[in-house]
Nanobody, 124 residues
Framework: QVQLVESGGGLVQAGDSLRLSCAAS???????MGWFRQAPGKERDFVAA????????RYADSVKGRFTISEDNARNTVYLQLNSLKPEDTAVYYC??????????????????WGQGTQVTVSS
């Protein structure tokens, strides 16, 4: 089992930045880590993913150039830097993990472990 705990969400204004963290614990091995987000009344959508080595990253088109995913293996932590935030980025952001080293899925069903989520609210 892997436990994931997100932090770093908050209320910001359009154009501001936030950094989300996802701390992993438990039976850790090699995982692909992902971030998803879910706005009220909408599906949970893929945001970004990274291989545990950090060598490969993948982003949703809607966040490319604004968000950056990174990892710190020594701290078992994955980060999501959110820059140039827009009101449409408002959502609960979830961290997710799937065993393996290569496949960076973009579907909710691709991931086995999930955190509880952290709220990001962007005002205009």
């Amino acid at each position: 089992q892997v436990q994931l705990v997100e932090s770093g969400g908050g209320l910001v204004q359009a154009g501001d930045s936030l950094r989300l963290s996802c701390a992993a614990s438990g039976r850790l091995g090699t995982y692909v880590m992902g971030w998803f987000r879910q706005a009220p009344g909408k599906e949970r959508d893929f945001v970004a993913a990274i291989t545990w080595s950090g060598a490969t990253r993948r982003y949703a088109d809607s966040v490319k150039g604004r968000f950056t995913i990174s990892e710190d293996n020594a701290r078992n932590t994955v980060y999501l830097q959110l820059n140039s935030l827009k009101p449409e980025d408002t959502a609960v952001y979830y961290c997710a993990a799937r065993p393996g080293s290569m496949y960076m899925g973009s579907q909710r069903s691709d991931y086995d472990y999930w955190g509880q989520g952290t709220q990001v609210t962007v005002s205009s």
